[in-house]
């Protein structure tokens, strides 16, 4: 079974920094998935922030690059997300997301976390 559970969520100002963590279960830190953060803030459609595959190649939102840095460790099966600069249009719920390609594609999602950066 397939876990994510997020972490470290929380208000900020903006120009703030926090990271947020995501504790995967062994069983899928153990395969290629790539391993991800979304975002989903009120009344907007959700949105890839950042990405990293088994091998660390990273991707990232326009938006956030410079800003925000994605990393794993393999060891503790955590993805983190550091997050610095930080700006009112940050806020979000961000979602731990582990994608899987088998025969079919399979999604995992976390529950998510609170990011508020205030003006």
């Known amino acids: 079974q397939v876990q994510l559970v997020e972490s470290g969520g929380g208000l900020v100002q903006a120009g703030g920094s926090l990271r947020v963590s995501c504790a995967a279960s062994?069983?899928?830190?153990?395969?290629?998935?790539?391993l991800g953060w979304y975002r989903q803030a009120p009344g907007k459609q959700r949105e890839l922030v950042a990405t990293?595959?088994?091998?660390?190649?990273?991707n990232y939102a326009d938006s956030v690059k410079g800003r925000f840095t994605i990393s794993r460790d393999n060891a503790k099966n955590t993805v983190d997300l550091q997050m610095n600069s930080l700006k009112p249009e940050d806020t979000a719920v961000y979602c731990c997301?582990?994608?899987?390609?088998?025969?079919?594609?399979?999604?995992?999602w976390g529950q998510g976390t609170q990011v508020t950066v205030s003006s």
């Open positions: 997301n582990a994608k899987l390609w088998r025969t079919i594609l399979y999604d995992y």
């Open positions: 062994r069983s899928i830190f153990s395969t290629n998935a790539k």
């Open positions: 990293i595959t088994i091998g660390g190649t990273t």
